[in-house]
């Protein structure tokens, strides 16, 4: 049992002040249809099901997919099944993701979600540097970030400390929060050009992002939209915030229409 778990990379959250925090966070409504990737032991799973329309919990070791129906027994709005979340199709239907995911997958899961057309959040248990540096906390963010801030806020929840698992992790783990917005702050046309945008800012061509972003919209333009956001040229990419990355967007492309929705 115990290679099983660190093959799945399986920490259990045992705390029951962290698994309110988790489910608090969340703000999940009665009518609201939750997705749990890595239901483990059900502890997670039955805190969701007391306020959820419906609970459709994955679990990918057999021996626990096995025993939670009986678990569950007593919450008839949960549905156990046994898979891989990562293989999974999205509900047709806007639904919320909900869990302590394995520290191992956090990267993959996160990119499922995002990827998810009617996924209206995610409420994830990580590991707290990978919480912190997805949502800026370092002041620093990341291309993935950067790229999906149009349409998802992300933030940073509560800390949980590693004495919450069983076993017990390496690091504290931290609540990562993803967001849909109810509008796109960009027109939804735009955003495969402001991606594209983005992930040549990111190439760190000429050295810096002013440099690069020079190379494909002239020095002078370059330039002259820095100054309006009072933004240091030298300023290395990932200290440019998400919301700068978006004036520079729209300051530079908006010969052909671009403006922040």
């Given at each position: 049992?115990?290679?099983?778990?660190?093959?799945?990379?399986?920490?259990?959250?045992?705390?029951?002040?962290?698994?309110?925090?988790?489910?608090?966070?969340?703000?999940?409504?009665?009518?609201?249809?939750?997705?749990?990737?890595?239901?483990?032991?059900?502890?997670?799973?039955?805190?969701?099901?007391?306020?959820?329309?419906?609970?459709?919990?994955?679990?990918?070791?057999?021996?626990?997919?096995?025993?939670?129906?009986?678990?569950?027994?007593?919450?008839?709005?949960?549905?156990?099944?046994?898979?891989?979340?990562?293989?999974?199709?999205?509900?047709?239907?806007?639904?919320?993701?909900?869990?302590?995911?394995?520290?191992?997958?956090t990267?993959?899961?996160?990119?499922?979600?995002?990827?998810?057309?009617?996924l209206?959040?995610?409420?994830?248990?990580?590991?707290?540097?990978?919480?912190?540096?997805?949502?800026?906390?370092?002041g620093?963010?990341?291309?993935?970030?950067?790229?999906?801030?149009?349409?998802?806020?992300?933030?940073?929840?509560?800390?949980?400390?590693?004495?919450?698992?069983?076993?017990?992790?390496?690091?504290?783990?931290?609540?990562?929060?993803?967001?849909?917005?109810?509008?796109?702050?960009?027109?939804?046309?735009?955003?495969?050009?402001?991606?594209?945008f983005?992930?040549?800012?990111?190439?760190?061509?000429?050295?810096?992002?002013?440099?690069?972003?020079?190379?494909?919209?002239?020095?002078r333009?370059?330039?002259?939209?820095?100054?309006?956001?009072?933004?240091?040229?030298?300023?290395?990419?990932?200290?440019?915030?998400?919301?700068q990355?978006?004036?520079?967007?729209?300051?530079?492309?908006?010969?052909?229409?671009?403006?922040?929705?």
């Open positions: 049992m115990a290679r099983c778990r660190i093959a799945l990379s399986q920490n259990f959250l045992h705390d029951p002040a962290a698994v309110r925090l988790l489910v608090r966070t969340a703000r999940i409504r009665p009518s609201d249809l939750i997705v749990e990737p890595g239901a483990g032991e059900g502890v997670v799973t039955r805190a969701l099901a007391r306020t959820a329309r419906e609970v459709v919990a994955y679990e990918l070791d057999p021996r626990l997919a096995a025993r939670l129906p009986r678990r569950m027994s007593a919450r008839p709005n949960v549905r156990v099944l046994h898979g891989d979340f990562l293989r999974a199709r999205p509900p047709r239907e806007p639904f919320a993701v909900v869990g302590n995911i394995p520290y191992a997958r990267s993959d899961i996160v990119r499922w979600c995002l990827d998810a057309p009617d209206t959040s995610a409420t994830l248990v990580t590991q707290r540097e990978f919480a912190r540096k997805r949502t800026g906390d370092y620093r963010w990341t291309l993935l970030t950067v790229t999906t801030w149009p349409r998802y806020a992300w933030r940073l929840g509560g800390r949980i400390a590693r004495q919450s698992f069983t076993p017990v992790p390496r690091t504290d783990s931290a609540i990562l929060r993803l967001e849909r917005r109810p509008t796109p702050l960009l027109p939804p046309q735009h955003l495969s050009a402001y991606r594209d983005v992930a040549h800012g990111f190439t760190g061509t000429g050295g810096s992002l002013s440099a690069s972003l020079a190379r494909r919209h002239g020095s333009r370059t330039t002259a939209a820095f100054r309006r956001l009072d933004l240091d040229p030298s300023t290395a990419v990932g200290f440019v915030t998400p919301d990355w978006l004036s520079l967007f729209a300051a530079l492309d908006r010969p052909r229409g671009v403006t922040r929705a």
